[in-house]
Protein backbone atom coordinates (compact mmCIF):
# COMPACT_ATOMS: atom_id res chain seq x y z
CA UNK A 1 0.00 0.00 0.00
CA UNK A 2 1.46 3.68 -0.67
CA UNK A 3 1.66 5.67 2.13
CA UNK A 4 3.16 9.07 2.51
CA UNK A 5 3.89 10.22 5.87
CA UNK A 6 4.43 13.67 6.29
CA UNK A 7 6.25 15.37 9.96
CA UNK A 8 8.69 18.30 11.13
CA UNK A 9 5.24 20.97 11.74
CA UNK A 10 4.68 23.19 14.59
CA UNK A 11 4.71 25.91 16.34
CA UNK A 12 7.10 28.76 15.30
CA UNK A 13 7.84 32.80 15.73
CA UNK A 14 7.60 34.79 12.36
CA UNK A 15 10.78 34.93 10.91
CA UNK A 16 11.69 31.45 12.11
CA UNK A 17 12.24 28.58 9.82
CA UNK A 18 11.06 24.40 9.81
CA UNK A 19 11.75 21.50 7.86
CA UNK A 20 8.78 19.33 6.79
CA UNK A 21 9.75 15.72 5.93
CA UNK A 22 7.43 13.50 3.56
CA UNK A 23 8.65 10.16 3.56
CA UNK A 24 7.07 7.27 1.98
CA UNK A 25 6.79 3.60 2.60
CA UNK A 26 5.62 0.88 0.63
CA UNK A 27 7.05 2.20 -2.51
CA UNK A 28 10.02 4.23 -4.08
CA UNK A 29 10.02 7.78 -4.48
CA UNK A 30 12.28 7.79 -7.43
CA UNK A 31 9.58 7.73 -10.23
CA UNK A 32 7.27 10.21 -8.56
CA UNK A 33 7.32 13.66 -8.73
CA UNK A 34 6.70 15.16 -5.10
CA UNK A 35 4.00 18.02 -4.24
CA UNK A 36 3.61 20.19 -1.35
CA UNK A 37 0.31 21.84 -0.82
CA UNK A 38 -1.64 23.56 1.89
CA UNK A 39 -4.99 24.71 3.64
CA UNK A 40 -5.33 27.69 5.84
CA UNK A 41 -9.24 27.83 7.89
CA UNK A 42 -11.58 28.82 5.87
CA UNK A 43 -9.31 28.68 3.03
CA UNK A 44 -9.24 26.95 -0.52
CA UNK A 45 -6.06 24.46 -0.68
CA UNK A 46 -3.35 26.09 -2.57
CA UNK A 47 -0.06 24.56 -4.30
CA UNK A 48 3.29 25.75 -2.41
CA UNK A 49 6.24 23.52 -4.02
CA UNK A 50 7.10 20.25 -6.17
CA UNK A 51 10.06 19.08 -7.37
CA UNK A 52 10.35 16.53 -10.44
CA UNK A 53 11.01 12.69 -10.20
CA UNK A 54 14.91 13.42 -11.19
CA UNK A 55 15.10 16.27 -8.86
CA UNK A 56 16.06 18.69 -11.52
CA UNK A 57 12.81 20.78 -11.70
CA UNK A 58 11.08 22.29 -9.26
CA UNK A 59 7.92 24.90 -8.72
CA UNK A 60 7.49 27.31 -6.35
CA UNK A 61 4.03 29.40 -5.33
CA UNK A 62 4.85 33.24 -5.44
CA UNK A 63 4.26 33.77 -2.28
CA UNK A 64 6.94 31.43 -0.99
CA UNK A 65 9.43 32.24 -3.57
CA UNK A 66 12.84 33.10 -2.03
CA UNK A 67 11.92 31.42 0.92
CA UNK A 68 11.29 27.81 0.68
CA UNK A 69 13.34 25.04 -0.71
CA UNK A 70 11.80 21.79 -1.57
CA UNK A 71 14.44 19.28 -2.19
CA UNK A 72 14.64 15.03 -2.33
CA UNK A 73 16.89 12.42 -0.80
CA UNK A 74 16.01 9.42 -2.79
CA UNK A 75 17.87 6.96 -0.95
CA UNK A 76 16.27 8.10 2.22
CA UNK A 77 12.67 7.89 0.09
CA UNK A 78 12.01 11.65 1.37
CA UNK A 79 11.25 14.82 -0.01
CA UNK A 80 12.09 17.86 2.71
CA UNK A 81 10.55 21.34 2.74
CA UNK A 82 12.99 23.87 3.79
CA UNK A 83 10.99 26.97 5.20
CA UNK A 84 12.50 29.92 6.02
CA UNK A 85 11.93 33.62 7.26
CA UNK A 86 8.29 32.57 8.18
CA UNK A 87 5.05 34.51 8.17
CA UNK A 88 1.99 34.62 9.91
CA UNK A 89 0.16 33.82 6.30
CA UNK A 90 1.89 30.60 6.17
CA UNK A 91 -0.07 28.68 8.58
CA UNK A 92 -1.63 25.87 7.70
CA UNK A 93 -1.90 22.56 7.33
CA UNK A 94 0.94 21.68 4.88
CA UNK A 95 0.67 18.36 2.68
CA UNK A 96 3.02 16.53 0.59
CA UNK A 97 1.43 13.67 -2.18
CA UNK A 98 3.21 11.95 -4.98
CA UNK A 99 2.32 11.94 -9.23
CA UNK A 100 3.56 9.69 -11.95
CA UNK A 101 1.85 11.91 -14.22
CA UNK A 102 4.20 14.63 -15.28
CA UNK A 103 7.17 13.23 -17.95
CA UNK A 104 9.08 15.91 -16.61
CA UNK A 105 8.69 18.68 -14.45
CA UNK A 106 6.06 19.23 -12.43
CA UNK A 107 2.68 21.29 -12.26
CA UNK A 108 1.27 22.72 -9.00
CA UNK A 109 -2.39 21.26 -9.29
CA UNK A 110 -3.85 18.83 -6.63
CA UNK A 111 -5.85 17.00 -8.72
CA UNK A 112 -2.85 15.55 -10.34
CA UNK A 113 -1.57 13.95 -7.64
CA UNK A 114 -2.62 10.52 -5.87
CA UNK A 115 -1.46 9.55 -2.89
CA UNK A 116 -1.53 12.17 -0.09
CA UNK A 117 0.01 12.34 3.40
CA UNK A 118 -1.82 12.71 6.84
CA UNK A 119 -0.75 16.49 7.09
CA UNK A 120 1.19 18.64 9.36
CA UNK A 121 0.34 21.30 11.54
CA UNK A 122 2.30 24.49 10.39
CA UNK A 123 1.99 27.53 12.83
CA UNK A 124 3.39 30.81 12.81
CA UNK A 125 2.72 33.36 15.62
CA UNK A 126 4.30 35.49 18.14
Known amino acids: QLQLVDSGGGLVQPGGSLRLSCAASGFTLDYYAIGWFRQAPGKEREGVSC????????NYADSVKGRFTISRDNAKNTVYLQMNSLKPEDTADYYC???????????????????WGQGTQVTVSS
Open 97 to 115: AASRRFTRGCILLGGLFGS
Open 51 to 58: ISASGAST
